[in-house]
């Protein structure tokens, strides 16, 4: 018998001291650090290290790439528990890095998840983000949750425009393993709003006790 797990949530898109502390204390379980410095909310490698450094144990620390030189992957990997891949990284570039990672698929038209599963086999669950040209993720869009298949041989972790307003009827649609938000919760790009981290953490244990029966 299998027993049905919480939400996972993880907030990313963090810049600021300040704001780790805000989402640690409400209760995220996993934290990102976007290191694509194309982003509005890109910190360098001196940052990561200050920043992490504040994380307590049993919160994961997760650092975001896109295409990224191994070089800053290896740099940056003593920070961190977890790699999440969002730009055409290929199977084996994420493989090479040789440390637990996610990787993020932009739900394109066509895309096969049940292919994307296969091969990218060794990761620890696929992201699910939306599409828009030329943008390789952080949106602050939603697609499609219907295009989700009930079941995948990798867990999911939906992303894509989610706030504290709809994620409870995400989680209701999709039942993830987690949930991933980073404009929902933001006063502006790279600023978090620790009301709207605790508004997102509510909504996603009241869906989960709505979803458990609790
Ligand atoms: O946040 C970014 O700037 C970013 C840049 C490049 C790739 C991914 C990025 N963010 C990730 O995108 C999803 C969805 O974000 P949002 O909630 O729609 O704002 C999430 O995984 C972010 O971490």
Known sequence: MSIPLRTRIKFCGLTRPEDVDAAVAAGADA???VLWPGSKRAIDEQRLAKLCARVPAFVTRVGLFVDPDPTLVSRCAEHLDLLQFHGG???????AAGRPWIKALRMRDGLDLHAAAEAYGGAQALLLD???PGVPGGTGETFDWSRIPASLAK?????GGLTPDNVAEAIAAVAP?????SGGIEAAPGVKDAARMAAFLQAVRRADDERLGA
Not at 89 to 95: K, N, R
Not at 155 to 159: E, F, G, M, N, T
């Open 31 to 33: 934290l990102g650090f």
């Open 177 to 181: 393993f987690a949930v991933d938000v």
């Open 155 to 159: 867990p999911v972790i939906l992303a």
């Open 130 to 132: 939306a599409y828009r």
């Open 89 to 95: 990284e290929s199977p084996a570039t994420c493989m």
